[in-house]
């Protein structure tokens, strides 16, 4: 399933998938790093909520990263429509 990351047209961060959910972008799912601070956890789960979007938990932010072909650990990654 992570593999998809590296096909789709991706969004990665808090702040970007924030800002886009919020100016109504398309956004088929989020995939949300399960080890990150409880407050992103809780912000994003409510968006998601609000807007009827998929959540799709990920064990690590470094595994989340590494599969959106990034050197870092990603938090929040959204798959636009």
Do not use: F, W
């Not at 992570?2 to 800002?19: A, C, N, P, T």
């Not at 990263?65 to 990654?77: E, F, L, Q």
């Amino acid at each position: 399933m992570l593999e998809e990351l590296q096909h789709e047209k991706i969004i990665i961060g808090l702040k970007q998938v924030s800002r886009s959910i919020r100016e109504g972008d398309q956004i088929l799912k989020i995939y949300l790093a399960q080890d990150a601070d409880n407050n992103i956890l809780e912000k994003i789960n409510t968006l998601a909520k609000q807007h009827s979007i998929e959540i799709i938990p990920v064990d690590s932010r470094k595994k989340l990263g590494r599969n959106c072909g990034i050197d870092v650990g990603a938090t929040v990654v959204a798959v636009q429509k």
